[in-house]
């Protein structure tokens, strides 16, 4: 089985392009015509040693944006609430809550609700507090000017 020889600009992948790497150049393909059984000498188009390295490459897509990374929020959220809505309306049976000197009922979907906004700002005011932080050390430092 002997190895066909290739054509065209060499790969990145080929490694170097000295002489019996695998690379073939514009002199070899031309030393070694190729013919078929029937139709005879094949002629093959060839593409100059790095032309292929040399043409720009077109960017179709912009990549990541802060408008793109806006709309998949937007639309995660909007998820999120109409699965908190179809929760909140499958668990409308009353439930009583007492809690210290406070005593009421509501559907037990809504007091379950109320406890994950609790855990959110939970964890929002540690981050509100960092955040505090951080702006008055860059007043101090200047560097927020």
């Known amino acids: 089985?002997?190895?066909?020889?290739?054509?065209?600009?060499?790969?990145?992948?080929?490694?170097?392009?000295?002489?019996?790497?695998?690379?073939?150049?514009?002199?070899?393909?031309?030393?070694?015509?190729?013919?078929t059984p029937a139709a005879g000498p094949v002629d093959h188009p060839t593409i100059p040693?790095?032309?292929?390295?040399?043409?720009?490459?077109?960017?179709?897509?912009?990549?990541?944006?802060?408008?793109g990374g806006a709309w998949i929020g937007l639309i995660l959220g909007a998820v999120v609430l109409v699965f908190l809505l179809v929760f909140v309306l499958q668990n409308l049976d009353p439930a009583r809550v007492a809690f210290l000197w406070f005593e009421a009922t509501l559907p037990l979907g809504i007091w379950l609700l109320f406890a994950a906004i609790a855990g959110v700002l939970l964890l929002a005011i540690p981050g509100l507090g960092r955040m505090v932080q951080w702006r008055r050390a860059s007043r101090r430092t200047g560097a927020g000017r």
């Open 49 to 67: 040693d790095g032309a292929a390295a040399a043409r720009p490459r077109i960017r179709t897509s912009p990549g990541r944006t802060k408008i």
């Open 1 to 35: 089985m002997t190895e066909q020889p290739r054509y065209g600009a060499p790969s990145p992948a080929d490694g170097p392009t000295s002489p019996g790497t695998g690379a073939v150049s514009r002199a070899d393909v031309a030393a070694a015509p190729s013919t």
